[in-house]
């Protein structure tokens, strides 16, 4: 059974930073990419940031310069740091596998930035 576990996220001041940390069971994580994704209210879920098992990363346009997803293979974790932090990036977080022909998900974590 695959299971992935966010750390909790909470209040920032618009400016500020935060870092979210995902671990994950069941799988052999150093073969597999990993995401994270977010949702704000009333939108549809967005992929933030991924990074394939070699440690290659990609971005969403409205992080890029902002967010760093990075993994630590012996710790099963795949990591969210967020700077600069605006209103705009409140959303529930959710870490995100494709393993086994089947999309796996945390439970989420909301993140709220205040103006």
């Known amino acids: 059974q695959v299971h992935l576990v966010e750390s909790r996220g909470g209040l920032v001041q618009a400016g500020g930073s935060l870092r979210l940390s995902c671990v994950a069971s069941?799988?052999?994580?150093?073969?597999?990419?990993m995401n994270w994704y977010r949702q704000a209210p009333g939108e549809q879920r967005d992929l933030v940031a991924a990074?394939?098992?070699?440690?290659?990363?990609t971005y969403a346009d409205s992080v890029k310069g902002r967010f760093t997803i990075s993994r630590d293979n012996v710790r099963n974790t795949v990591y969210l740091q967020m700077d600069s932090l605006s209103p705009d990036d409140t959303a529930v977080y959710y870490c995100?596998?494709?393993?086994?022909?089947?999309?796996?998900w945390g439970k989420g974590t909301l993140v709220t930035v205040s103006s």
């Open positions: 995100n596998v494709y393993a086994r022909g089947t999309q796996f």
């Open positions: 069941g799988i052999n994580f150093k073969l597999y990419a």
């Open positions: 990074i394939t098992s070699s440690g290659s990363t």
